[in-house]
Each structure stands twice: as structure tokens, then as C-alpha cells.
């Protein structure tokens, strides 16, 4: 079966300005695609170029196998859900939802029931004849929705389409999409530059900057082996410590060492390495940086480190200290008595270690 | 601009603790005076029309200026809307009311669909040098029309309209096209591009859009050139006293005829019958419409 | 084909009133233009003969009279206008409760035609019958009002007729813009201890620079295409003394024939149109794009 999208070497320049650069990405039937970076990576004219409202400068694509590069939207068989939901404000909300099918000559019966099968599914029956004017940010979203559903499409997409909500309904919503995706077996491409949003939806992540894809995959594949310093530190939050450090290759691994001020130097040793260069850079999440104790295995290694601010955050504990020049986060239990001004033993787990080139940022391990 | 109606923003300035003291109470009292005397003095032309158009001659030689009449009579009404010599013929304004009345409504309204459409164009097809067009438009509403006179007296004539009501009208629409489209711009560029986004996905086409989403939208602007064009139109006198002819003239032509060029007898109520009958149509739609002008031109953007 | 029309009907759908402006705006401009430069009399001449109608304009003393009655009326009509506006629109800011009425009695001139105005006034300071022979009749029996018919008043009549016009709009056009200032910045002036006189010198007036600009530059606009007002209340005299550049090109094109100078006065009037409305338009759109 051909893959439901097929993105090959697309270019897309504004005049001169290069926007989008050798994008290839295929995703599959049922596909949950997200496309995720800072703003002006190119993320969202990348999804107007899948929809076909803005032309690309060079490469194909393809829908369900067939060639959509130069088909004007409406043929593409797609249905479209925008960050200001574009709802049409002078027609009622079933009008919205009709409106596709109107334009493309549904029989008035149709129209009727796939309305009313649409409104049951989100929830939207009460307010069929009010004006988008009338309706909550939560309802307009819902009703925005609608539209999309209603048209059966074979590729969804969404542009943006929680960050005009407020935090409490974005959860909500987040969580609804990804109910309806799961029974809809759909398939959708979604932007956004919300990390948490694309790590708890996506079957497949595309993070992008500047133009060019940094890295494709799914979420564990992006948190855990991020493929690059910007992807590292773009995903995840707290983001992932970066800390300089040199090598030294020795009989039982690679020795690491992590300069810190007014201390000792922390020796780590990663008995996995082999062949590091003599400067890198060390990743490592917060959450493997703990409390001694909390996590066993032949990586996990301790050493003193100074505290500087304690963050309580409920469930957890951040606690950051300094290394190598820079500010390090770890993890630890809602209960440790790490305190500011105090030094504190935490447990470092290389099982998870990433390991960067510095002057490319490309990872090596 | 913003909304005259709304509340003052110095509300704030006004809410100071309000000690009741004599002082604060005859300010109070002298603001109200002087802004009545102002009123009055606005009003005043007004009074003055109205109250001579309904006295006879007899009582204007006699009487002073801003006394009420002493018996009213409508003479100089009829005389002005079926009597009145403009020139050679003595028909009254009714003919160049009507006149005036065919070239405004159809003007209004053509001026008014172009400029929504280029408007719409402009704001949300944007394209390569669409700025600089509506740059070029923009700086036609400027002009002094002095400047095109000449030229458009030829140019009416090679199309053999000169003369004619539908001269008249193709004049005052080209030369209003910059302003509707202005207004339509200005109204549809904080429309979110996404609307037309959102509209061909679901698969309608630029003349449907419009039709289906724009237009039903766009009332407050569709109200605000309405009035601006008719009031333009109906209250030119430039382009009606130079391309116009005895039998087509606007009706400020024609009272301007009237009032200037009657022979014998000056019958000042006539004057002021046939100025409050020029004047009525736009002091009506100002009345009715006024605030739906400005509330117009303020209105932006769209909840949707 | 389809596809071709589809992707180019916006662009055919304006073209129709771009090219329209191009003709009728652009080439009228500069045809006029070309034949101000010519020796057209009677029916235009096409052959180039350099300054000379502008010469002749310059040297011809009722051009004079028109110039200078423009920088009489000019500098009254927008100095008065604004300063009465700015005046109105602070008084009505003071939670006046019948502010509507007065607003629209301030407002309703505007939409008079400038003849309609023109024939009023021309009623009122008529001096046998009309302001003059009222206060005589109060008793004052030296009172003299000729204004209208005094060669070196006329101007001013004109003058108050445009005033009483167009002030009224110049107050709303303020009123809005007082109450456009951020109310925040005026409560933090007020917590302050600042005076509400001085809250207006000093915050909300300052911040209303941009529609003083605008209230000038249509106000300037106004003066340099009056026209009808003065044809209506003096018909350019006594004389040619109340001649502005519009009558007197206008008297050029249709009465004299003269299409040189008719040419040669327009461009005249173009170019202080030019000069005082492109650098502000030049602005508004910079800002605009922004």
C-alpha cells in the first residue's frame, strides 16, 4: 500500500529566501504526523504546502499515491483545522459544518446526517444555530473540528489548533483529539511548538529549524536518542543538561570529566563508549540525574555537587547546581533534603547518556 | 479612529472625588452655557433657512432675520419645487432632484461593489505589486480634481456621453473608486487570512468566497461607503457644473442656478426652500446613518 | 485554461479599475501636464513650448488675488477649525449628559453640500436684509456688517461659512482621539496627584499627534479644492476678489477658454496637493506594512 502522504525533496523560497529546504517525509495509513519547532522553522508552511495553499518551488507530493504537487486544495481530498479556527462568522454553526459539502453539491439528506452524526461526536448539538460570535473559545474549537470530521478526509490537518485555548481546556482537547484519532484511525499531520503536545500525540515527530528537518521519529526515539544538540534541548522540559566535558579513553571505558567551579572536577566513567573525541558534549536528562539510591545499575554513578536553588514542583523536586560552566537540573523526590548553599550527593545514570560533537552539535553515540 | 460613542476614556480625568462646592457647580454650569451657545450657533443657518423659506417675501423685507414668521406659508416651497427659473426654464428643482437622484443611486452602488472587490483583492489575494496598486488608488482619492477636468471633458465626448447622466455617473465612480476601495481594504486586511484558507479547503472558489463570506460580512463597510458616496455625489457641484448640460444637471446646479442667476425679484424664501430641498436628503441619511458611519469605520476586526 | 483563470481572477477582477486609475487619474494627470506647457488657447496644442503659461499665470494679477486669498483662507480656515474642533471635543469630554444631541447638531454641516451652505450664508450676511439690517433694526443704527460685498472682507466670509462647515468634524475627529489615549496611563497621572488641565497639556493631547496630522491634512485638502463655497457665496467676487486657484482655473477652463492657463493653474494646484499629502500617505503606508 503507498504511504497516505509522500513528501519527496520539496523546496519551498519566498523570492529569494529559502523557507523550506529538501523536506522528505512519508507517513502511513493511520499515522498520527506532528510537526514540531520554534516559530518560523517552517512548520506551518510546510502543513499550507501539503494543503496546497501555498505552491511549492521544487519536488513532489503525494496523497494516497496520487501526485497532488501542482492540485489546488480541494481536490486534495484534505480537511484543515487553523489556530484562529477560522470559523465563517455570518454563518451559524451547522452552516459551518455544511458549508464544504454545499459547495460541493451534497444532496441536502447527506448533509443532514453527517451533520447530526458530527455534532453527537463532539458534543456540539445545543448550539447548532448560534453564530460563532456566541460560542466559547472551547466550543469554536470543537466546531472547527466539526467541519474537518464531517468531510471524511483521507489526510487531516491542524494547524496550531489548541494554542488559542487556555491551558486547562488545552489538556482537555489534547486528550479528545487523540481519543478521536485512536477511533477514527485517521490520519493527521499537526503543527505546533508545544513539545509536550507533540511528544503525547504523535505516532511520528518531524522537528524542524530553519527550514531544514533536524530529525524524524517517534517520540521515544526523539526523547531518548535525540539526533542533534538543537533537538535535545528543544525537547523535553525541563530540557536535557548539556554540560562541556573531556574524554580519556582507559582500560574500563571512556573517563568523563566535568570541570565545575571552586571544586574538584566530577569523574564519570562509560564503560559503554569507545572512541569519543577528546571534547564533547554530555546530554542527560533531568530525571536521570537523581537521588542516590533511587536508581541501581552498573552506570549509576555518584558525586557531591554544590546546590543552588531547590524548585519544588509537587511531585517532584528540581534541584540545580553547576557544571561545567553551565546550570545542570536533576530530579529528585518530593522529600530530599537537598538544600540551597548545601552539597548534596546525585546519583548520574549513563545507561541514557547522550554524547554530541561540539562543533557540529551532531550526536555520536 | 475610534468610536466617538464609546465612554470617555476620561472617565478617569472626571472621577475625581466629587466635592460639591459652589465653584465646582458654576463650572459645571458655564460649560453647559457655553456649549449650548455653540449649539446655537450651529444651529443658527439652519433656523434661518427654514424660518425664511416660511415667510412671503412681504415679511422678509419687513421683518428682521431670526424672528419667527408671522404667517406661515408654504408658497415658497412650491414655487421652489415646480416654479423656480434655473436660467431659461422655470421648472423648480423637481427635475434636477430626480436627476440627481438617478445619477447618486446607481453611482452608490457601482462604486460600492468595485470597491469591495478590490478590496478584497487587495487585502486577502495578495499578490506581487498589489500594494503598490492600492497605493496608486489611494493616492487618486487626493487628487485635485481640477487637474483631470480638462481631459475628461474630451474624453467624455470621444465616448459620446458628455453631457449625459451616465457621463456623470462614470465620472463619479472612477473618481470614487479610490476611497470604497480604501474602505473595503482597510475593513477586510484584519479579517484573518485563514478565512479564505479555511473556505478553499472546503472547496470554494475566489467569486464564492466573496459571496458566501465576505459580502455577508461586511454591512458596517457596505454602510460607511453607502454614506460616503451618496453624500459625495449628491453634494458635487465641480464635476455636475462641468460636465453636465441644461437637462441633466445635479440639483446643486441647479440651485446654485436659482440662487444666482434669477432675474428681477430676489425671492429670498424661494433660495432658502430650494437649498433646505438640496440639502435634505443627506442631512436625512446623516440623521438616520451618521453613527452607523463611524461605528463602520471603526469596526475591524472579526470574531469567527 | 480553467486552472489558468482561476489562479489570475483576482489579478482580471482588479485590473478593470487599475487601468481605469492609470487613464483617469495618471494619464489625465499627465496630459494636463503636457498641454500646461503648451500655447493651447481655445482647443489644446500638442507641440512644447516650455514655462510659458506658468509664466503667464505668475505675471497675471487675479492669479495673484487667488494665491493669496488661499493663504488667507488656508491658515484661517485650518487654524480656527482645529483650535475650535480640539476646543469642542475637550468641553463634550466632559461626561456631558446629553452629548449625542449635541454631537449631532455639532456635526450635521458636514453633510450639507458646500452651495446649500454657500446659499445660507449668503442669506445671512446679506447686508440689506440679512445680520446687518437685524442689529440695525435692534436700534444700532451706524452697525455695519458689508463683509460680503467688500472687496478686501469677501475672503472672510468665506472663511466663516467653511468654519462653521466643517469645525464640527474636526471635533470629532478629536473627540475620537481623546478617547483613544490608554486609560491606564491616565489613572497613573491621576494616582500621581497630576491636575486634569494638566493631564490634558501634557498626556492626552501630545499623544494625539497623529490625528492633528490627520485633521490637517484633510483640512488642507478641503481649502485647496474650494470650489463650490466660494461660487455659491460670492461667485468669486466682488470682482475677482474671493478668486481662489479652483475658480480661477475653473473660470480659465470653461468661461475664458483658456486651456493653458487652465492646464498651468491645475498643475499648480496638484503640486501643493502633492506637497503637502505624499510624504504623509508615504507614512501611513510605511507604517501600515509594518
New interface residues.
Partial sequence: MAPILEINNLYKNYGATEVLKDINVSIEKGDFLVLVGPSGCGKSTLL?CI???EPITGGTLRIDGHDMTHV???DRD???V??????????SVAKNIT??MK??GVDAETQKSKLAEVARQLQIEPFLNRR??QLSGGQRQRVAMG?ALVRDPKLFLF?EPLSNLDAKLRVEMRTEIKTLHQKLGASMVYVTHDQIEAMTLATKIVVMKGGIIQQIGSPAEIYNRPANLFVADFMGSPAMNLIPAKTQSGSGGTLIEIERPEHEPIRLTDPRARNLPKDIILGLRPEDISEPGFRVGALVQEAPCKVEIVEPAGADTYVQTRLGGKPLTARLHSETEAAPGTVHNLAFDLSKVSYFEPESGKRIN | MTDVSATPAHAAVSERPQGRSFGKIALRWLLYVVLGLFAIYYLMPLFVMVTTSLKSLEEIRTGDLLSLPRELTFDAWRTAWSEACTGIQCEGVKPYFWNSVMLAVPAVMISTLLGAMNGYVIAQWRFRGANIIFALMLFGCFIPFQVVLLPMARVLGLMGIAGTIPGLMFVHVIYGLGFTTLFFRNYYVSIPVELVKAAKVDGAGFVRIFFAIFLPLSIPIIVVSVIWQFTQIWNDFLFGVSFSQAGTQPVTVALNNIVNSTTGVKEYNVDMAAAIIAALPTLLVYIVAGKYFIRGLTAGSVKG | MAKWFETHLPKIVLAPSFIAILIFVYGFIAWTAWVSLTRSRLLPKYEIEGFIQYERLFDSPRWDTAMNNLYIFGALFIGVSMILGLVLAILLDQQIRVEGAIRTIYLYPMALSMIVTGTAWKWILNPGLGLEAMVKGWGFETFTFDWLVNPDMAIYTVVMAAIWQSSGFVMALFLAGLRSVDTEIIRAAQIDGIPTWRVYVSIIIPSMAPIFLSAFIVLAHLAIKAFDLVIALTGGGPGYATDLPATYMYAMAFSRGDIGQAASSAMIMMLVVFAIVVPYLYSELRARND
Fill in positions: 499550507n494543503a496546497g495553499l489546488s486544495p480541494k484534505i480537511a484543515m487553523f489556530q484562529s479556527y477560522a470559523l465563517y462568522p455570518t454563518m458549508f464544504g459547495v460541493r460563532p460570535g467541519r494547524d
